[in-house]
C-alpha cells in the first residue's frame, strides 16, 4: 500500500482570482510583505499497488483523467510506502 500527496495548482499564466482576494485580506492585515498568493488543491489518497512505480502511474494516470484540469492546472505528486 502506498500513499499519494498530490499538489494541484493553477498554471502561472491563469489568474488567481481567489488568491488575489487572500492576498488583499493580508495586506488589510498589515502584512504588506506578503506577495503572488496562489490557491491550491491537496489530495491524499492510498493506492493499493505493489511496487512504488506502479503507485506513481496510478497516480498519475488519476490526476490526469480526472483530479487536474489539463488545460488550467498543473500537478505535482509524492508517493510513500504505508
Known amino acids: 500500500m502506498y500513499q499519494s500527496t498530490i499538489t494541484i495548482t493553477l498554471r ?3 489568474l488567481d482570482v481567489q488568491g488575489k482576494a ?3 485580506g493580508i495586506h ?6 506578503v506577495e503572488n498568493v496562489r490557491i491550491g488543491k491537496s489530495i491524499q489518497m492510498n ?9 506513481k502511474r496510478i497516480t498519475e494516470e ?3 483523467k480526472l483530479l487536474a484540469n489539463s488545460v488550467m492546472e498543473d ?3 509524492t508517493v510513500k510506502k504505508v
Not at 28 to 33: D, K, P, S, Y
Open 12 to 14: 502561472p499564466s491563469i
Open 22 to 24: 487572500v492576498e488583499l
Open 28 to 33: 488589510t492585515l498589515g502584512m504588506n510583505e
Open 47 to 55: 493506492v493499493n499497488a505493489s511496487t512504488e512505480d506502479e503507485a
Open 62 to 64: 488519476a490526476c490526469k
Open 75 to 77: 500537478f505535482t505528486f
